[in-house]
């Protein structure tokens, strides 16, 4: 994670077809929004434009897609893009498809790794709905005030009827925080489905409930990375598979390159 924020992220031909699977499987259930952003304040108007709408599809159909979540652990911006939110038996339970390129099941390794993720999620539902992250807290942390959104995105909001109510990033923001706060308690089973890329076939779904203080004990371990206090950590020694994948290998990083190979 390290070497990518150094680095940058590549963007592979693995990750643009999950992506295209994602981009079905949200034209199903939500609502399509013609907007084309130029500019980075368009675009943010876009995310919580749409997120809002998938927020009010849960309330309204039961299921939204695709919602973008905000928050903060240790006074770091923290953001993710929840699959699925899903009304079952009066609570919501939060989905992530995590597209695989072959059929066999997942390694403990990466259920670990989605799971963490999972329970990030559910931190930032719960502080959105209790109040304990607001409109008040993604303003500063994304100086929104400062923002103007394009002329171009403005005429294309009042060409669709978008603008009407919801023209500017902080009115948009505030609809978007107002439908969070409202939607059901959310369930503490979280689910992720893995889906062969090739077939769309379910390969496999994982379920587990989501534990406060295991997730605190996370937040801790990650957050003294982010303060200093400790250094970057490799992939564990079972887990050096994945620097096959691995751009920084024998480049940028030699944690496992001693002897040229693995
Ligand atoms: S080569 Fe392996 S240990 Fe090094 S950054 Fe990549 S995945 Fe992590």
């Keep these: 994670m390290e070497l990518n924020y150094k680095f940058g992220r590549k963007i592979t031909e693995e990750?643009?077809?999950?992506?295209?699977m994602h981009e079905e499987m949200e034209g199903k259930v939500n609502i399509p929004v013609m907007l084309e952003p130029t500019t980075w304040p368009d675009s943010l108007f876009k995310i919580l434009y749409t997120s809002y709408l998938a927020v009010s599809g849960l309330r309204e159909r039961g299921k939204g897609r695709e919602i973008q979540m905000y928050g903060s652990i240790g006074g770091y911006r923290l953001s993710g893009r929840i699959d699925q939110l899903e009304t079952e038996g009066g609570k919501v339970v939060?989905?992530?498809?995590?597209?695989?390129?072959?059929?066999?099941?997942?390694?403990d390794?990466?259920?670990?790794?989605?799971?963490?993720?999972?329970?990030?999620?559910?931190?930032?539902?719960?502080?959105?709905?209790?109040?304990?992250?607001?409109?008040?807290n993604f303003s500063r942390a994304y100086q929104i005030d400062k923002m103007q959104?394009?002329?171009?995105?403005?005429?294309?909001?009042?060409?669709?009827?978008?603008?009407?109510?919801l023209s500017t990033l902080k009115s948009v923001a505030d609809a978007y925080?107002?439908?969070?706060?409202?939607?059901?308690?959310?369930?503490?089973?979280?689910?992720?489905?893995?889906?062969?890329?090739m077939t769309g076939d379910e390969i496999r779904i994982y379920s587990f409930d989501y534990n406060p203080e295991e997730a605190q004990g996370i937040i801790k371990h990650v957050l003294q990375f982010w303060n200093g206090e400790r250094?970057?950590?490799?992939?564990?020694?079972?887990?050096?598979?994945?620097?096959?994948?691995?751009?920084?290998?024998g480049e940028q990083c030699k944690v496992w390159w001693p002897q040229g190979k693995l």
């Design 177 to 197: 925080f107002d439908e969070l706060k409202g939607i059901p308690e959310p369930s503490a089973r979280l689910r992720v489905r893995y889906i062969d890329k």
């Design 231 to 249: 250094e970057s950590e490799p992939v564990k020694e079972g887990e050096k598979w994945k620097c096959n994948h691995c751009k920084f290998f």
């Design 15 to 20: 990750i643009k077809k999950g992506r295209q």
């Design 94 to 107: 939060i989905s992530d498809d995590k597209t695989r390129s072959d059929p066999s099941p997942p390694s």
């Design 149 to 165: 959104l394009s002329e171009q995105f403005k005429r294309q909001l009042r060409a669709t009827g978008v603008g009407d109510g």
């Design 109 to 136: 390794a990466q259920i670990l790794t989605n799971k963490v993720q999972m329970f990030m999620y559910r931190k930032m539902l719960d502080d959105a709905r209790s109040g304990e992250y607001t409109l008040q």
